[in-house]
């Protein structure tokens, strides 16, 4: 098992900037890639970007790209989602997740942010 712990919601205003923070422990050997993912109420759950943990390789939500940069810490097992420029849009719960390295799905997910941005 892996478990999640995220950071760093809030409120902000439009425009403004919020980083979030997810980290790992448990069987991290298991981490192939640690992704975030967000949901707005009365809609479903979608994909904002990912960071692979081998390759260092980022990607990202057209809707984000531009504005949000992930990161992450291997030595930590952390990963971060700075993000800039936020919109109202932007407002939803964000989870962190883990695609495991045998599966290759996301099974493993933390418990979930609160980012709210007013206009």
């Known amino acids: 098992q892996v478990q999640l712990v995220e950071s760093g919601g809030g409120l902000v205003q439009a425009g403004g900037s919020l980083r979030l923070s997810c980290a790992a422990s448990?069987?991290?050997?298991?981490?192939?890639?640690m992704g975030w993912f967000r949901q707005a109420p009365g809609k479903e759950r979608e994909f904002v970007a990912a960071?692979?943990?081998?390759?260092?390789?980022?990607y990202y939500a057209d809707s984000v790209k531009g504005r949000f940069t992930i990161s992450g810490d291997n030595a930590k097992n952390t990963v971060f989602l700075q993000m800039n420029s936020l919109k109202p849009e932007d407002t939803a719960v964000y989870y962190c997740?883990?695609?495991?390295?045998?599966?290759?799905?996301?099974?493993?997910w933390g418990q979930g942010t609160q980012v709210t941005v007013s206009s």
């Open positions: 997740a883990v695609r495991d390295k045998l599966t290759m799905r996301y099974d493993y």
């Open positions: 448990g069987r991290t050997f298991r981490i192939n890639t």
């Open positions: 960071f692979t943990w081998s390759g260092r390789s980022t």
